[in-house]
């Protein structure tokens, strides 16, 4: 069995697309799998670490405006879909499967012209541009929420499947993740982080919230900065005096690579509104604080953090509205509620999928 999986750009582009194929090879030896994305995106770097091979072709996103730029724009594209009909011709896969992101449109649509099947992932709430597009050319279009559902009227076949996360995400426990932090049981834990480069108005917010909450002897508070932030905001922290005055424990860090051992830790978590974050939290059924990044093509976190809010596994605070104020009696509001806190673990792992890579790897089975 040969499947091509097109997509890329951003982590959540790539990510179920990996998830996928390593189930894959693991069920069957024998499957062959290629990437196809663009240089510039991070499948380059991610890809080839996770032992898969990656071929490249040239590809732009349209500007949401009228300009010459689209122009170049529609060039680059038709160069990508020559070279993706060759790379299709060559490879001569038995399903194509696409993730989103601009690169994925000349694959995809190569595949098409070539009469391949092919399954589309959609991973965020408000479906992007590029699958809405291609889910004409389709035979089936599988979508992480229900409520992406109604952004796809010309599918043929709709499944929900929810989005792929790394089954190292759910299957550490609670106490393997406190031993490897090394805190004890009655602690609890904030874990706030926004992405690998991590979110300066999130990290503002928690510096200023810091003081309120660490007067609870019994709360950890462990913010990700990403690596731009981490050595201002540790001098921030350091003389404010923060860790020397408070009861509680904060504890700063610019990136976590055992992420695992944090989420199976917390006890809340503060974050963004990426697909592949909220999976993640989902799946191991996290209460959350989602701040949705407002920088985002069409605003789709905020689709995305609202699809947990209206399930009450979350609660949302627009960036604009957050304050160092609002963010402390949220948390403290929530960390006091132990009921409302287990109404939202509820709620979060009914929404989580942790079967998304099975589901998807079966539909791949049932399109060849």
């Known amino acids: 069995m040969k499947v091509l999986f097109a997509g890329g750009g951003t982590g959540g582009h790539v990510y179920p697309a990996l998830a996928v194929a390593q189930l894959l090879t693991e069920r069957d030896s024998n499957t062959e799998v290629l990437f196809v994305g663009t240089q510039k995106g991070l499948e380059h770097d991610l890809v080839p670490k996770a032992g898969f091979k990656l071929e490249t072709v040239a590809a732009a ?3 949401r405006r009228l300009t010459l730029a689209n122009l170049g724009v529609l060039g680059s594209n038709l160069r990508g879909f020559v070279q993706a009909l060759k790379i299709v011709r060559r490879f001569r896969p038995h399903v194509v499967v696409g993730t989103g992101g601009y690169v994925a449109v000349p694959v995809v649509l190569a ?33 992480s929420y229900e409520q992406a559902i109604d952004y796809f009227p010309q599918a043929r076949r709709i499944i929900v499947s929810g989005n792929p996360v790394r089954a190292g995400v759910w299957q550490k426990s609670r106490s393997e993740g406190r031993h490897c932090l ?14 690998s480069r991590g979110a300066r108005p999130i990290t503002e917010a928690t510096v200023a919230a810091a003081k309120r909450l660490l007067t609870d002897p019994k709360i950890v508070l462990l913010l990700v900065t990403g690596t ?24 700063v860090r ?26 993640e939290i989902t799946a191991r059924g996290i209460p959350a ?27 949302m605070i627009k960036q604009q509205e ?15 509620d132990s009921e409302r806190l287990a109404n939202m673990t509820a709620a979060a792992r009914a929404l989580g999928r942790r079967d998304a890579a099975n589901i998807l790897t079966q539909e791949i089975l049932r399109l060849i």
């Open 228 to 251: 731009a932030d981490f050595v201002t905001i540790e001098e921030k922290v350091r003389r404010l005096g923060i860790q020397a005055q408070q009861a509680g424990k904060m504890l």
């Open 111 to 143: 595949a098409a012209w070539l009469r391949v099947p092919i399954l589309l992932h959609e991973q965020n709430a408000l479906p992007g541009l590029a699958n809405r597009f291609l889910s004409r050319f389709a035979a089936c279009v599988a979508v």
């Open 61 to 63: 996103g349209l500007k």
């Open 254 to 279: 610019p990136y976590l690579y055992n992420m695992e051992d944090a989420l199976a830790a917390a006890d809340v978590v503060v974050t963004r509104a990426g697909a592949t974050t909220l999976a």
């Open 322 to 336: 957050l304050t160092g104020e609002l963010l402390a009696d949220t948390l403290q509001t929530l960390l006091a």
């Open 182 to 195: 090394e805190l004890d049981d009655s602690a609890r834990l904030i874990l706030v982080f926004g992405g």
């Open 289 to 315: 604080v989602l701040i949705p990044s407002p920088y985002v093509t069409a605003n789709h976190q905020e689709h995305n953090a609202r699809a947990l809010a209206d399930n009450q596994a979350a609660v």
